[in-house]
């Protein structure tokens, strides 16, 4: 079934792909079957106390299957998933592939503003929830964003329903299920950090993730005895799909379910389930050094530590060996598609300083000056990719997409970065207008529109300030309404009344600005657009006057 607003790859390159055999013709929902008659007994998801099979998992995905099927929902159909790490997550995805219906995948930050949009946009005829999680009660949310999503019939909870449908109760005996969905079709919708006013909504094939999964599982050196830690949320593209847990699943390995990412939680995990790899933003692995050290754990079982999302600096880089005692691996990807990893047995120098290469010999990359000319090797430009499993479009987003892409398909990552002579990519910033804060990305634009819609705003300019533990935090330059600047106190609105009015519209915590200067005007570019440039020396330049 052709999804509308789903832009496909060429049919010469698709052709090309499945010759190849990057594209397999298998889908998700025929992985889970194959693996759970080849590897029936072993576990395959561990959480708390809770420790499930394969053959149970195939099992209990058929049961669901068969009462979302029972409730209407159908092949092709929108499904906002905002599920943390637990099992009902592998549960419902493949339960939804089976059917043929698509995950949109939501994360467990989002909030209102969020949804509605993901709902809308999409379409979206269900909303799967938890009931109460991290103190947070999803269900409160979920009015919230029905009043707004006139098109959601049905909401569902993994856990104490409320006023609404328990998850639990839609494990139905398995009914014979209409024909699944082809290999070529979308399976789910991915979410893109942005750089524009609205998120993206990104549209994966079960082809061209499925080839993503085996070229990752390759690159890390997955297999059956892989224990995978999860302490990153699942939903996202990094640990869902770098190898991550569906990377395991096609492995034939077992994924080990972390609430969080503490220490205390994540360590006590590695050494009880003998986990062997496990994946990191910066930020986290920042904090797992330091606990690690001191505290002088043995972490025997682990064997890699990937750290990606955001740039790793050489000097934390260093330290993951010595301190933790196994291998680092880079990793420099996007829900767009193109993955890089730095190689298990690269050189310490490769896996240090650079950010990896692409994982498949059949990723095209190209870095080019601002006229799209390719430039000298090893300097520095934007980085183009193209590929098995790069999108060609952005879902529904025919206008964002004519600038998001070449004409001949590559796609623009807004990444700027430079290759050394052996092929590895070094990240050297971002041309993008987005700020990357420890690997959560926030789109200026979006966050800009909402302060926009304060009374007391005339405008406002978000920018990154450098911050030693998340890389990269925001501050929000803004001029108040004419006649407020200079005036009394009362009227011009306050830095904490700004935060509160963008928390109350309903925006992920992460995206609410970390800092806010009032100015009375913003530094101009030669044609006179807001030059984000100076207000970012701006602001690093107050920051390091106070140290
Ligand atoms: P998204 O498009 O939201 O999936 O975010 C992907 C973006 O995250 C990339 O385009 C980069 O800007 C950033 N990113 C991911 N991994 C790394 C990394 N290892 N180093 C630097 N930036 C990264
Ligand atoms: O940041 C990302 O989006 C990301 C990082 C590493 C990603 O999507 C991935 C690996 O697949």
């Not at 298998?26 to 576990?43: C, K, V, W």
């Not at 006013?197 to 993730?209: C, E, Q, V």
Request: charged share 25%.
């Amino acid at each position: 079934m052709r999804l509308p607003g789903f832009t496909p790859w060429p049919e010469e390159m698709a052709r090309y792909y499945r010759e190849t055999g990057c594209w397999s013709g298998e889908t998700f929902g025929q992985l889970l079957r194959r693996q759970a008659q080849s590897h029936g007994e072993q576990i395959v998801v561990v959480s708390g106390e809770q420790r499930i099979t394969y053959a149970q998992l195939d099992q209990r995905v058929d049961r669901l299957a068969s009462g979302l099927h029972r409730l209407g929902i159908a092949a092709g159909d929108r499904v906002i998933v905002q599920l943390p790490n637990i099992t009902a997550f592998f549960e419902v995805v493949f339960a939804l592939f089976r059917i043929g219906a698509l995950p949109v995948f939501s994360l467990p930050l989002h909030r209102r503003q969020e949804v509605i949009y993901f709902a809308n946009h999409s379409e979206a005829v269900a909303y799967i929830i938890p009931d109460i999680e991290a103190g947070y009660d999803y269900r409160t949310l979920a009015a919230e964003v029905k009043a707004e999503a006139p098109g959601l019939q049905h909401v569902i909870v993994a856990g104490e329903p409320g006023d609404y449908m328990a998850l639990e109760e839609l494990y139905a005996d398995s009914v014979e299920l209409p024909e699944g969905p082809l290999a070529s079709d979308v399976a789910f919708l991915q979410l893109s950090g942005g750089s524009t006013g609205l998120p993206k909504l990104i549209p994966r094939t079960h082809d061209d993730y499925m080839y993503s999964l085996k070229a990752s599982v390759d690159v890390c050196e997955l297999d059956e005895q892989s224990i995978y830690l999860a302490v990153l949320p699942v939903a996202h593209n990094y640990p869902l799909s770098s190898p991550g847990v569906l990377g395991t699943i096609y492995a034939g390995g077992r994924i080990v379910l972390s609430r969080s990412g503490s220490p205390d939680e994540a360590f006590a995990l590695i050494e009880q389930e003998k986990v062997t790899i496990t994946a990191l933003v910066p930020p986290l692995a920042l904090v797992w050094l330091d606990a690690a050290s001191s505290r002088q754990v043995k972490l025997d079982s682990l064997q890699v530590l990937q750290v990606g999302g955001a740039k790793l600096g050489a000097e934390a880089a260093r330290r993951v060996k010595p301190v933790l005692g196994c291998q680092l691996q880079q990793v420099f990807g996007m829900a767009e598609g193109l993955v890089n990893y730095t190689r298990l047995d690269d050189p310490e120098e490769i896996i240090v300083e650079t950010q990896g290469k692409p994982m498949s010999v059949y990723d095209e990359i190209k870095i080019v000056d601002d006229e799209d000319n390719e430039v000298q090797p090893g300097m520095a430009g934007h980085l183009l990719a193209r590929g098995p499993y790069t999108i060609r479009g952005y879902y529904k987003a025919e206008e964002h997409n004519a600038r998001s892409f070449t004409s001949d398909g590559f796609y623009r990552t807004g990444d700027l970065a430079r290759l050394t002579p052996g092929g590895y990519l070094i990240v050297e910033g971002r041309a993008k207008d987005q700020i990357n804060r420890g690997g959560d990305k926030v789109a200026a634009e979006e966050v800009e529109n909402h302060l926009l819609a304060h009374p007391g705003i005339f405008d406002a300019a978000l920018v990154s300030m450098p911050d030693e533990y998340l890389g990269e935090r925001s501050c929000a330059f803004i001029i108040a309404q004419s006649g407020m600047a200079g005036n009394t106190a009362d009227v011009l609105p306050s830095a904490m009344e700004i935060k509160a009015f963008l928390r109350e519209r309903g925006l992920a915590a992460y995206k609410i600005p970390d800092r806010i200067e009032f100015v009375d005007s913003f530094p101009q570019t030669g044609v006179g657009k807001v030059s984000k440039k100076a207000l970012r020396e701006r602001i690093a330049g107050q920051q390091s006057a106070v140290r």
